[in-house]
């Protein structure tokens, strides 16, 4: 059975950065694609960034372009998301998302894109 755990996420200034990961086991790890999602209180689950299963591909959504950076490392099962200049709306729980590579890699999915969930990990950007 698939797992993803989060980890990294809390209190930040605007302006600052964190780091967040996710580390996946009970496959293997370059049969999934990766995306990080987010959802605000009151807010629908919205895609953040995801990236293909070597690595090659990411993309990113219009809010977070040229301030986040997804990125994974095959060799530790780990995904990560690199958010710098936060700001205060980018607060949220972030949840990392496996997706099978055996279908089409979207840019910018849907969570129902994604099979796999982890619990989520709580950003909060202060102004």
């Known amino acids: 059975q698939v797992q993803l755990v989060e980890s990294g996420g809390g209190l930040a200034q605007a302006g600052g950065s964190l780091r967040v990961s996710c580390v996946v086991s009970g496959g293997t790890f370059t049969n999934y694609y990766m995306a990080w999602f987010r959802q605000a209180p009151g807010k629908e689950r919205e895609v953040v960034a995801a990236i293909n299963w070597s690595g090659g591909r990411s993309d990113y959504a219009d809010s977070v372009k040229g301030r986040f950076t997804i990125s994974r490392d095959n060799a530790k099962n780990t995904a990560h998301l690199q958010m710098d200049s936060l700001k205060p709306e980018d607060s949220a729980v972030y949840f990392c998302?496996?997706?099978?590579?055996?279908?089409?890699?979207?840019?910018?999915?849907?969570?129902?894109?994604?099979?796999?969930w982890g619990q989520g990990t709580q950003v909060t950007v202060s102004s």
């Open positions: 998302a496996a997706r099978e590579r055996l279908y089409s890699f979207e840019s910018l999915p849907r969570p129902v894109d994604y099979d796999y």
